[in-house]
């Protein structure tokens, strides 16, 4: 498995996640492997990433997106907590 793919199966998995303990971690892993690839590509910068690059903007977006609407829906008083799964990275 490349670099590259590696980011985008922890973003697939974060955003497939519905344990809302997990997700966290997930969201946190997905995160952290798109910066890393970023860094990466700003230090091998070859001028054919740009794809790479908007996928990733949009990854990121849709993570923030994601962790806004959890905070949202775990603040409301009625949902119960869940406990955390061992199924997380």
């Known amino acids: 498995m490349t670099k590259d793919v590696s980011w985008r199966e922890l973003y697939k998995a ?3 996640e519905l344990d809302p303990v997990a997700l966290h971690k997930r969201i946190e892993a997905a ?3 798109i910066q890393q690839r ?3 590509l700003q230090s091998n910068y070859d001028g054919t ?3 790479e690059q908007r996928e ?5 977006n849709s993570l923030r ?3 806004k609407v959890e905070f949202r829906l775990s603040s409301e008083p009625n949902r119960p907590r869940r406990e955390p799964t061992s199924e997380a990275p």
């Open 14 to 16: 974060a955003i497939l």
């Open 31 to 33: 995160h952290a492997a």
């Open 38 to 40: 970023i860094l990466e």
């Open 49 to 51: 990433s740009g794809a």
């Open 56 to 60: 990733m903007v949009d990854a990121l």
């Open 65 to 67: 997106a994601v962790q």
